[in-house]
């Protein structure tokens, strides 16, 4: 069975730092480009970063909002993908989850898949 894990949400107060991995199993993650999204109460999903497979130069791209505070990377022998997130504000409180679609990040959220059931994160004010 294809299936992402999350971890390490949690929470934190404002200022504060996270890392989230994102551990595939059932597949291997190198021919994949892999995202993370987030969605917080009542707003609609939203992609946070994603990191393009190695044969795609492991491009990487973010979200306008979290530029320069948050980095991701990816860790194909740990078939793990993490998301380094530092300075964090109360409005990046919010369920984190990830997601593959073949090779690239041009596409839409629709695209991707084998969506994990997300780790919270809470940032206090």
């Known amino acids: 069975q294809l299936q992402f894990v999350e971890s390490g949400g949690g929470l934190v107060q404002a200022g504060g730092s996270l890392r989230l991995a994102c551990t595939a199993s059932g597949f291997t993650l190198k021919s994949f480009a892999i995202g993370w999204f987030r969605q917080a109460p009542g707003k609609e999903r939203e992609r946070v970063s994603c990191?393009?497979?190695?044969?795609?130069?492991?491009?990487?791209d973010y979200l306008d909002s979290v530029k320069g505070r948050f980095t991701i990377s990816r860790d194909n022998s740990k078939n793990t993908v993490y998301l380094q997130m530092t300075d964090l504000k109360p409005e990046d409180t919010a369920i984190y989850s990830c997601?593959?679609?073949?090779?690239?990040?041009?596409?839409?959220?629709?695209?991707?898949?084998?969506w994990g059931q997300g780790t919270q994160v809470t940032v206090s004010s």
């Open positions: 990191i393009s497979s190695r044969s795609n130069g492991q491009r990487t």
């Open positions: 997601a593959a679609v073949p090779l690239t990040c041009i596409m839409g959220i629709r695209d991707f898949s084998n």
